[in-house]
């Protein structure tokens, strides 16, 4: 399982004109499922993502994390994560869960963020979604749990 985790002053995201989920300050989490993901994937990144010290505390160190700022966490699915651009100039997405597979590990890592008390909006898995935010520092980082390659 794969994230990119970009922490936000703002973020939403939309499909076909509405807003379906937003946050304010926080994190916005770009989520990608590959085959061999399980739940311990999803518990183990969801349990890194909201502990990660990348808010500033009152000397500007990065000390604190999403729930220290009462911030909220907008999960957006996203397999071209596993788009593999090595060969040729058209991405291979072979290492990309199957639909049904991806869904259920989306909503489950949903629910275990949730589980560590913040905030968690999402977009609308296998729609065409348009994201919005502003990038705050920037900061970015891209995560993989253990068995991710």
Do not use: C, W
């Not at 500033?56 to 160190?61: F, H, L, T, Y």
């Not at 999402?122 to 068995?147: E, K, Y």
């Amino acid at each position: 399982m794969r994230a990119v985790v970009q922490r936000v002053s703002k973020a939403r995201v939309d499909v076909d004109g509405e807003t379906v989920g937003a946050v304010e300050q926080g994190l916005l989490v770009l989520l990608g499922v590959q085959t061999p993901d399980t739940e311990r994937d999803a518990d183990y990144l969801a349990a890194k993502i909201v502990t990660l010290r990348i808010f500033n505390d009152a000397q500007g160190k990065m000390n604190r994390d999403v729930q220290d700022v009462q911030g909220g966490v907008l999960v957006v699915s996203q397999f071209t994560l596993y788009g593999d651009t090595r060969k040729g100039r058209r991405p291979s997405f072979v290492q990309a869960a199957p639909p049904e597979q991806a869904e259920h590990l989306y909503e489950y890592f949903l629910e275990a963020t949730a589980r560590h008390g913040v905030p968690v909006a999402h977009g609308v898995f296998g729609a065409h979604m348009q994201v919005h935010l502003v990038n705050d520092g920037p900061v970015t980082l891209l995560l993989d749990s253990p068995g991710s390659g």
